[in-house]
């Protein structure tokens, strides 16, 4: 499955399935303690770990496994990121929403291509009628991203984010992409 979207200052960016060749990427995103504040994980991976996630992730379907990960590739096929849906809801339409720039690669309009793609192929393939996210406060860089891409502000986490020094909250984001 590839799914792209055209942005006007940029190249062609495609969201594909996971395969083996990305693992040094992956391997390299997982592994930064930057951004583990923003996940889930805060540990290091294997590369025997991710290797095994990058083979089970090709036999999972999503309405099982209530998440997806999907790469963001340049029209090289490139790495410039990758994106997922989790705590997947088909029954009431929605799904959370996370994506991650290659560090290097930030600031140049990939974030706003891969959330262009990521909800095109939600509406149009999985039929979500919303996405949402939690961003910590301090990540001016996603709730300016967020916002500027039509996510509304709805809510906030107090004390919600350990980021290793002090509580911070999470703002609750939510797009309707249905009409």
């Known amino acids: 499955m590839a799914f ?32 583990w504040v923003s996940g889930v994980a805060h ?49 009431h339409r929605r799904a959370g929403v996370g994506i991650l720039v290659d560090a290097a690669l930030r600031r140049q309009g990939y974030g706003k291509a ?9 509406k ?5 009628h919303q996405l949402y996210c939690d961003i910590a406060e301090d990540n001016e860089h996603s709730i300016n991203l967020f916002s500027h891409c039509g996510y509304q502000h709805c809510g906030t986490r107090h004390s919600w984010v350990w980021n290793g020094d002090r509580w911070l909250d999470a703002l609750i984001f939510q797009k309707i992409i249905e009409n």
Request: charged share 30%; proline share 4%; net charge negative.
């Open 43 to 91: 540990q290091p991976f294997s590369r025997d770990a991710l290797q095994r996630y990058i083979l089970e992730s090709s036999t999972l379907d999503i309405y099982a496994a209530r998440q997806l990960r999907l790469m963001a590739v340049d029209e090289k096929g490139c790495a410039v990121g990758c994106v997922d849906l989790f705590d997947f809801d088909p029954f």
């Open 4 to 35: 792209g979207t055209k942005n006007q200052n940029m190249t062609k960016l495609t969201l594909r399935a996971l395969e083996p060749e990305d693992i040094d990427a992956i391997y390299r995103w997982e592994n930064d303690p930057r951004v």
């Open 124 to 128: 149009e393939h999985l039929n979500m």
């Open 114 to 122: 891969m959330l262009e793609a990521v909800e095109l192929f939600a």
